[in-house]
């Protein structure tokens, strides 16, 4: 198989207008990847799919990361000339720069045809909250149906041109999404509202408040 | 089941409608007059499990299928994430609780990967070992469980359990328990069996085939089971590999992609198998393709008693406790019984996985049932999804 420089170079020649970049993998495995921006992944995704010399026909693993803003030092050093004329001093200093958050989506793509992979290919949302948008790969490839929505529930992450985009482990009415970094879970897993709470309300009204006239009579006795 | 006579409706309906029964609901459609929309599981013993089925009927013939998921979620990917490598371990046999030991295989693969960490020679032999009895019990299983789906209630079954009791023993013998074994660690195995261990398994792999033959003279030939299965759930192969179906259900529909051969992980290319290839892709063939990989993995086992070498069986360099993988992301996959199981890791360099990421087998394999049970009755919808192999451990997590 191509090195993914190459495959990224075939890229960006026969796509002018996207944006690939490749990714290293600082890891003992190293396995690289490659970030493609959202507007032009469907066609790239095609045509990794029929290429002749890839045809990655399968996508074996679709899934979610979730990477929150995250603040970063930078120290630099710096020497600062001695204004008595001594040596120069090295001084270390720290600035601090937050990172945006984002969240990922990861492909591994191999080639059932000529039995070669993988090229991993991601995806990456504008931020975590409202640009949450990315497009379906499931046209592409049927596999990553089930996956696309798992992300979809456990992340958040919205695929447009999904055919069945639905909550696939969660259930319909869970609000949050649990996978995220910064999910809270609930205290109480098991609570849910019953009827015992409506009963012990309308209860209330039988009888005379704590603290208001009546009670105040109630505690000095009936009047002679 | 006619459905044009309403009154005849109401009663079948008022029949199902009793509390705890299956929920059933008119549908009406236009062009194929009315229908009835019946939800199978979650506690329906055709599902192997916590399967919902969401099934559109026009009489027996389905017309839409959809699964729902979700009811034996616990969110195993978030609990990894919040525990060290190592802690989780454990956890992986609860996915396919049928096959612990190829999970254990392939979450130790990926973190191996991840850390660069050797595996001796023993070791690599003990793995096969138990990934191959691993397959030898799903399979046997497998066909005992579609044969109940068949309606030749337990009989089949019974005697693929005989067999899986002989070396569910072993593999108790071997690391404490039954099914949740356990075994694999970073760098190597547990413990290594004694002589008395490879010479009970040894004996065992020897008297498989003489199992496998009389499982055959039951079941290959069968007239009810042919009558059922040919033709049945068919899957087409263009298909099956856009869908990411793997294992023997796309071997079956004619696709030789076997990862004990493609990736060539752990000692497999030393050994001499071959991968069995089905031809027409229906459910006969998914039944065959288990039959046939057993054979198979008998002949896989006994190389592997004959030429497993001395040794150690952990690497002594491994670290087990304060494990840090310097920060990196390694995907590993291996050929489980079921499909290819894959782990996917992203470590920062902490003790505990930034990402852990299951790809389980059984789920991906079920995109596609809904175009396979299409056009056929509701008796071969149970049929063809006993010949998945779903376990809903993994389909959840």
């Keep these: 198989m191509e090195t993914l420089e190459q495959i990224r170079d075939r890229l960006l020649a026969r796509f002018p207008a996207a944006k690939v970049e490749l990714l290293a993998n600082p890891g003992t495995a190293a396995e690289h990847s490659l970030l493609l921006d959202p507007v032009s992944a469907p066609e790239i995704a095609r045509f990794l799919r029929d290429d002749p010399a890839l045809r990655l026909d399968y996508c074996s693993n679709v899934t979610g990361v979730d990477w929150p803003e995250k603040e970063i030092t930078d120290t630099v050093k710096k020497s600062v000339p001695d204004p008595a004329g001594g040596p120069a001093k090295v001084v270390e200093e720290k600035t601090k720069r937050l990172q945006p958050g984002c969240l990922e989506a990861v492909y591994h793509l191999y080639s059932m045809a000529l039995k070669h992979g993988p090229v991993i290919v991601r995806l990456r949302t504008g931020n975590r909250t409202d640009q949450v948008t990315l497009p379906s790969l499931t046209p592409v490839w049927r596999a990553a149906d089930f996956q696309e929505r798992e992300i979809f529930d456990l992340y958040g992450i919205v695929f447009s041109g999904h055919p069945d985009l639905r909550r696939i482990l969660m259930w319909d009415e869970f609000k949050d999404h649990p996978m995220r970094k910064d999910y809270v879970s609930p205290d109480d897993f098991e609570w849910e509202p019953t009827p015992h709470g409506d009963v012990h309300e309308r209860a209330k009204a039988h009888y005379p408040p704590a603290d208001g006239p009546a009670a105040a009579a109630a505690q000095e006795g009936p009047k002679p | ?397």
């Design chain 2, 1 to 397: 089941m006619s459905c044009s006579d309403q009154s005849g409706l109401d009663a079948e309906l008022s029949a199902f409608g009793r509390p705890g029964g299956p929920t059933v609901r008119p549908v009406h459609d236009q062009f194929h007059g009315d229908l009835l929309e019946v939800s199978m599981g979650p506690q329906h013993p055709s599902t192997h499990g916590v399967f919902r089925m969401v099934v559109t009927l026009d009489g027996e013939q389905i017309v839409k299928l959809k699964p729902v998921f979700g009811y034996l979620h616990r969110n195993h990917e978030k609990i990894a994430e919040n525990t060290s490598y190592l802690g989780s371990m454990p956890y992986t046999d609860r996915l396919d609780y049928l096959c612990s030991m190829s999970t254990n295989w392939a979450y130790a693969l990926a973190v191996e990967k991840l850390s660069g960490q050797a595996v001796p020679d023993r070791a690599q032999y003990l793995r096969i070992i138990m990934a191959e009895l691993t397959r030898l019990v799903n399979h046997s299983c497998l066909v005992g469980f579609l044969f109940n789906d068949l309606g030749t209630s337990f009989t089949p079954l019974l005697y693929a359990f005989r067999e899986r009791e002989k070396i569910l023993d072993l593999f108790e013998s071997l690391s404490g328990s039954r099914m949740m074994c356990n075994y694999q660690r970073f760098g190597g195995c547990r413990v290594d069996p004694s002589p008395e261990w490879l010479a009970a398994a040894q004996a065992l792999v020897d008297g498989f085939p003489r199992f496998l033959d009389e499982y055959e003279t039951m079941l290959t030939g069968n007239e009810i089971m042919l009558a059922r299965t040919q033709g049945v759930g068919r899957l087409d192969p263009a298909h099956a590999v856009n869908a990411g179906i793997t294992g023997p259900v796309l071997r079956a529909s004619g696709v030789g992609y076997d990862l004990r051969k493609v990736d060539g992980y752990g000692f497999y290319p030393r050994f001499d198998f071959r991968v069995p290839v089905g031809e027409a892709g229906d459910t006969y063939d998914r039944y065959m393709m288990r039959i046939l990989e057993m054979r198979e993995s008998v002949k896989i086992l006994q190389q592997a008693f004959r030429d497993l070498p001395a040794g150690p069986v952990m690497d002594p360099k491994a670290k087990l406790r304060g494990f840090r993988p310097k920060a990196g992301e390694a995907y590993g996959r291996l050929e489980g019984p079921k499909g290819e199981l894959g782990f996917y890791l992203i470590s920062d360099g902490s003790p505990n996985p930034w990402r852990y990421r299951v790809r389980p087998p059984s789920l991906i394999n079920l995109t596609l049932l809904e175009e396979m049970c299409l056009g056929h009755t509701i008796a071969d919808a149970v049929v063809i999804l006993g010949s998945i192999d779903i376990v809903l451990g993994e389909v959840d997590r």
